[in-house]
């Protein structure tokens, strides 16, 4: 064999190697996606578990977001202030898991069920009555206002129909 001969089967192996190693790592890139939405996934839900435990491990709390939920105008003062708070704490929740989406982050049969669980909160008059009250204050981008915007539309929607 000659030094050409040599140099080619050198080269071929070469690339044979760097084929080898593109495909390892393009493996490993989707295992790290995989990792990544399903650390997303686990925080969504961790952090739901938590805002719910949070109600119902606290029955005084709990009976503020309920009656909140019926009729916010209803509430006392402080009881208005606590479920504005409460809510607060959610919308946060909902722009958080909304933007993990946004950003590709989240899969869509995730952020499907997200989605259901925020339209089934909007179907409450009072959840309802403190969004727009948090809307005026132009705290979160407007995309995440338009997305809770159109939630509500349809929501309301479905009710009139």
Known sequence: MTIDELGSLGEL???IAVILT????????RQSNVAS??????????????????LYTNQE???VWARGKASYSTLSEQDATNFQLIM???FGNWHEQWYQSHCGVTDETQFHR???????ELR???VQ???????????????????VREQIDSVNASRNS
């Open 114 to 120: 997200v989605k259901s669980g925020i339209r089934g």
């Open 61 to 63: 709390v709990f009976d």
């Open 88 to 90: 607060y704490d959610a």
């Open 37 to 54: 939405l399903v650390l997303s996934n686990q925080a969504i839900y961790k952090k739901y578990s938590d805002f719910m435990k949070a």
């Open 22 to 29: 593109l495909i390892y790592l393009a493996s490993q890139v």
């Open 13 to 15: 192996i070469g690339s």
């Open 129 to 147: 009555e403190v969004w727009g009250r948090f809307e005026k204050f132009r705290l979160i981008d407007e995309q995440f206002e338009r997305f």
């Open 124 to 126: 409450s008059p009072g």
